[in-house]
């Protein structure tokens, strides 16, 4: 057995959560190969080192003192180092950083600073091997990934090593410049070296207990989802509910690797399984609900437009026109609608709209703004009688007016239209029939 741990910014933020860390990994001899971020935030206030690094150089670029804010950095690693009683330094590596700075290698290598060396620290922490991701993750050219490359090189190279430390969130390109992925990258990292080495579980460890029901700033507390499988963590993550990076989950789903978010400050807890597909059953009907605010409506109206082909087409294509990405689009007989970010839209509307007559010649066209939608995703709904039943009489007595119903046809979710307004009175409406009613 053999599992991946990626740990995050807040669980190695100080010396105390390294040895949570530690705790962790040695509670379970099969963590064998560790994935960290930078060290993120003590406390509310505070600024992640990525964040420092970035500003440090640009600073830099600006022909501005950056020494000071380097310290700052230097400084943070050394209370780390401090506090966990070893005798590491790491002068030297900040004396090669200041001269990459000067010879200007870049941006990401300046940000990826921040996973080297604390994965450095680390592996010193924990008497794992250090490789540096720059020797085992790929980039091509065009900046995409060179899976093939990172594959045999990560399956190489970790295949004789028992136990090590990889930084997260950077890689090489082909002449050996420093690439890192999108913010919140060290995911990616770790889902690729646990596709490389067939891991028989991802584990991401972070500062929540896992996959939330519905957005705790709407939701007093809200029940941790114990099982949910991809499909259903990519409706919700669409709809804004966040805990891992967008990218993370196609590697290990291309694998059938589990991933298991976990708490760091709660291991106790076991957090939520995403899986590719289960047999269990979810504990409440729905698994998540999530939604966002902010969309416009455009309705189009036109006798016998069923019968004319190719009227759909002709609409989206205004919108294509215009850079315009639609986010739903329900319909009816003489009627469709499209969904579109409000802010987006609004600079564009007067030519969507001439666009719109221009190409269908519609009877009408209306608008509605201060939209929000709301996703409600469980793969129970499909064997469940009564479900949209349910959403829409809670509903109804929340006093909560719905604008517009879609029923995806893999019956996986359903996208409710509301006013912004309403969003969070909506939200509480359906938590509570589906979940707190059965507690
Ligand atoms: N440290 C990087 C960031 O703050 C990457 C990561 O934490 O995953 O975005």
């Known amino acids: 057995m053999k599992k991946v741990v990626k740990f995050g910014g807040s669980s190695l933020a100080s010396a105390e959560q390294f040895k949570k860390v530690k705790s962790i990994i040695q509670g379970d001899d099969t963590r064998r190969y560790v994935i960290p971020s930078a060290p993120g935030k003590r406390y509310a206030k505070d600024t992640k080192i990525t964040d420092l690094l970035y500003q440090c150089y640009e600073m830099m670029e600006q022909g501005r003192e950056y020494q000071s804010v380097l310290r700052k950095i230097q400084d943070r690693y050394e209370e780390i180092i401090k506090g966990l009683g070893l005798k590491l330094s790491l002068d030297e590596e900040f004396r090669k950083i200041q001269e990459q700075f000067q010879k200007k290698a870049g941006m ?210 205004v919108f294509e026109d215009q850079g315009l990405s639609f986010e739903h689009m329900p319909s009816g007989i003489d009627t469709m609608t499209i969904f579109v970010n409000q802010s987006d839209f609004e600079e564009k509307e007067q030519q969507v709209i001439s666009g719109i007559h221009r190409a269908v010649h519609p009877d009408v066209i209306e608008m509605e703004s201060e939209m929000a939608l709301i996703a409600v995703v469980g793969r129970g709904m499909k064997e469940t009688r009564g479900t949209a039943g349910r959403i829409f009489s809670a509903l109804a007595h929340a006093r909560v007016n719905v604008k517009m119903i879609d029923q995806g046809s893999s019956e996986l979710n359903v996208i409710i239209g509301v006013k912004n307004n309403d969003f969070e009175t909506a939200i509480r409406a359906i938590y509570d029939i589906f979940v707190t009613a059965q507690l």
């Open 108 to 317: 990401d290598y300046a940000a990826s600073r921040g996973e080297y060396l604390n994965g450095m620290v680390l592996a010193e922490y924990l008497e794992f091997a250090f490789v540096d991701a720059a020797s085992v993750i790929f980039f091509r050219e065009d900046g995409t990934l060179n899976v093939e490359k990172t594959n045999r090189s990560l399956k190489e190279c970790l295949g004789k090593i028992e136990y090590a430390v990889i930084p997260g969130f950077y890689g090489a390109m082909e002449d050996g410049t420093i690439k890192t992925f999108s913010r919140g990258g060290s995911d990616v990292s770790g889902s690729l070296v646990a596709r490389g080495i067939h891991a028989d579980m991802y584990e991401n460890w972070t500062d929540v207990s896992g996959f939330l029901v519905a957005d705790p700033r709407i939701i007093n507390n809200p029940e941790v989802i114990e099982t949910i499988t991809y499909r259903e963590l990519r409706e919700l993550a669409y709809m804004g509910a966040s805990v891992l990076h967008e990218e993370a989950i196609f590697p290990v789903r291309s694998e059938g690797i589990p991933i298991n978010i976990r708490n760091t400050n709660a291991p106790e807890e076991k957090g939520t399984m995403i899986v590719e597909s289960t047999c269990r059953k979810s504990k409440y009907t729905i698994t998540g609900i999530a939604g966002k605010k902010g969309f416009a409506s455009i309705n189009v109206d036109k006798d016998l437009m069923n019968s004319e082909i190719g009227f759909c087409r002709k609409v989206l294509s």
